[in-house]
């Protein structure tokens, strides 16, 4: 099956065709992705009117680009997947709409998916892909989340944030920071020549002693910590402020993630969101699960953010696992708040 992926429903359009073969890993033909980073840059952040307008300027082409990379026709494609949401409500509608157009024009089924649900699956299209079940470290920045994943749509929620999500603290941070939008890599760019140590900040719900996140605590102590040191001539505190959050953020995931693995009695964890890209998360994660024996996945670094060929192969996956029902119904919606243990209480619609 040769399946197109839409993804629009934040900052980034993507565009891609992933081909599935009974008893073959599946195969990435094709992706393209477009970044809106540089348009949100002035405004500090995404703007959704924009968003949706750029999306609308960047979907045909970059659909033209991929079917051409992978030498392949539109007549070859076998199901149209869109992203249905989380996400925003206008920018979604953008990659709805073209899809199911698109697979009504050339007579074929589109398919509604998850953004999360994407994110997760998305380490199947690694050269070391992961086997059910695991525990799943979802970090966007939207959400953080730990989740039990037993098979294609069998998740189970373990914890998430009770305030802000993890990128969002990288976003937050180096904000305050005076870094440019989206602000994770950025910080964590800056963080490279800084001292962790040389700060003391908090991490939040560490001793919980449950799989909850919070760290609308951690942006207030960076906040506090700038207005202290902001007026000061030499400016390598900075550098050293981005070290000491991206430890608390990464400590806090590190350290849960091993808690819900012990809970859970589960040897596999896989990470997934933009997040995931984070190299001292990658790194602090491999040591500790190298120590307790358990395995971890990652997408390949070029699918930590959101792209087209994630939304693909959750549809992909969906339908060869028999949980996508088909509807002959040619309406479809948009979901930009949706959860995702909730995904088969609202099915998404298949057109065909
Ligand atoms: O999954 P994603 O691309 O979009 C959402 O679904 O939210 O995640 C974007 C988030 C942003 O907050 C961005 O700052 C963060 O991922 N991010 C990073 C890194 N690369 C992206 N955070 C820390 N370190 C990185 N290298
Ligand atoms: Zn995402």
Same mark, same amino acid.
Request: charged share 20%; net charge neutral.
């Given at each position: ?34 970044? @809106? $980073? ?5 405004? =500090? ?23 051409? @990379? ?71 920045? =939207? ?102 959050? @991206? ?47 358990? @395995? ?24 060869? $696992? ?19 243990? $909730?995904?088969?209480?609202? $099915? ?5």
């Amino acid at each position: 099956m040769i399946v197109l992926g839409i993804e629009s429903s934040c900052d980034e359009t993507g565009v891609a065709l992933v081909r599935t073969r009974p008893d073959a890993t599946p195969q990435l033909l094709s992706h393209a992705l477009h970044s @809106q $980073a540089d348009m949100h840059q002035a405004y =500090g952040g995404v703007v959704p009117e924009l968003a949706s307008r750029d999306h609308i300027r960047r979907l045909l082409p970059l659909a033209r680009g991929v079917l051409a @990379q992978a030498g392949r026709s539109l007549g070859e494609v076998d199901l149209v997947a869109y992203t249905r949401g989380p996400g925003l409500a206008g920018a979604l509608l953008v990659g709805a709409g073209m899809g199911v157009a698109l697979a009504a024009a050339l007579g074929k089924p589109a398919l509604g998916v998850h953004h999360l649900e994407g994110h997760l699956l998305s380490p199947f299209l690694s050269a070391d892909p992961p086997r059910f079940p695991f525990v799943a470290l979802l970090v966007s920045g =939207g959400h953080t989340q730990l989740m039990r994943v037993a098979g294609v749509g069998d998740y189970e929620l373990l914890g998430e944030t009770i305030d802000d999500a993890a990128g969002e603290a990288f976003d937050k941070s180096a904000k305050l920071l005076g870094l440019g939008y989206p602000g994770g890599p950025a910080l964590s760019r800056l963080a490279a020549h800084g001292n962790a140590a040389a700060f003391e900040l908090p991490r939040p719900m560490l001793g919980s002693g449950d799989l909850h996140f919070s760290f609308a605590g951690l942006k207030t102590a960076v906040l506090t910590q700038v207005r202290k040191l902001e007026a000061s001539t030499c400016d390598a505190w900075r550098a050293d402020l981005a070290a000491a959050t @991206q430890a608390a953020i990464v400590d806090v995931l590190v350290k849960k993630s091993m808690r819900a693995l012990r809970e859970t009695r589960l040897a596999r964890l896989v990470v997934a969101g933009g997040v995931g890209a984070n190299h001292l998360l990658r790194e602090q994660l491999d040591a500790a699960c190298h120590k307790a024996r358990v @395995q971890v996945h990652y997408p390949e670094l070029h699918l930590c953010s959101d792209n087209g060929a994630m939304i693909a192969l959750a549809a992909a996956m969906r339908c060869d $696992a028999g949980r996508a029902t088909p509807q002959r119904d040619l309406t479809f919606d948009v979901k930009p708040r949706w959860a995702l243990d $909730a995904i088969d209480a609202t $099915a998404a619609p298949v057109l065909s």
